[in-house]
């Protein structure tokens, strides 16, 4: 076994346990009569950047792996379980409105956000995908993410978090249909 399928099976681990509860809880917050339309939303792009980060985590394969850099690979997938944590919320939370939920932990969710989005802005300089302080594409797209948390965290109104996650949705879609160079996608 190499170092990088050690690695990988870790990873995809903590991957795999943010997946159970985002897709377990996905339907019965859809389902209820207490849906709020920007958590459905939401609820969709945690998956999409899910898939993006694990499909994207195949890029450091040929790395030669250190305890630092394996815990570093383990951050992205504990940043997505908490952002499932807190748009999910808590069971006494469920059985009212989600969007009750959404705005509760609107500050943390997007906090969280802002760091996964700096995770990966940093880590293509520490993994060596980028040179320091050289932006690439895959960067330009971290820093929209940042750009988003901000937002999400200085515009409380329905109508700008609508607005926030219609443009994360895009920017989702397009880093998985745009060819990204070194450090990208996949």
Not at 9 to 38: D, E, I, T
Not at 142 to 168: D, E, K, N, W
Request: charged share 10%; proline share 4%; hydrophobic share 60%.
């Amino acid at each position: 076994m190499s170092q990088f399928e050690y690695v990988s099976v870790a990873v995809s681990l903590v991957y795999a346990l943010a997946f159970s509860r985002l897709l377990g809880s996905a339907l019965a917050a859809l389902r209820s009569p207490a849906r709020y339309s920007v958590h459905a939303a939401w609820l969709l792009a945690l998956f999409l950047i899910g898939a993006f980060a694990w499909w994207r985590f195949w890029t450091v394969r040929d790395f030669d792996w250190s305890g630092p850099l394996f815990v570093y690979a383990l951050v992205p997938p504990a940043i997505i379980s908490l952002l499932v944590s807190a748009l999910i919320g808590d069971d006494a939370e469920k059985s009212r409105s989600y969007r009750d939920v959404f705005v509760r932990n609107r500050v943390l969710f997007f906090g969280l956000y802002g760091l996964l989005s700096l995770n990966g802005l940093l880590g293509t300089w520490l993994f060596g995908l980028a040179p320091w302080f050289k932006v690439n594409q895959f960067q330009l797209f971290m820093i929209a993410g940042l750009v988003f948390s901000a937002a999400g965290i200085a515009l409380p109104s329905h109508r700008a978090q609508v607005g926030i996650v219609t443009c994360v949705l895009i920017w989702l879609v397009a880093g998985f249909l745009l060819p990204l160079s070194s450090g990208g996608g996949g």
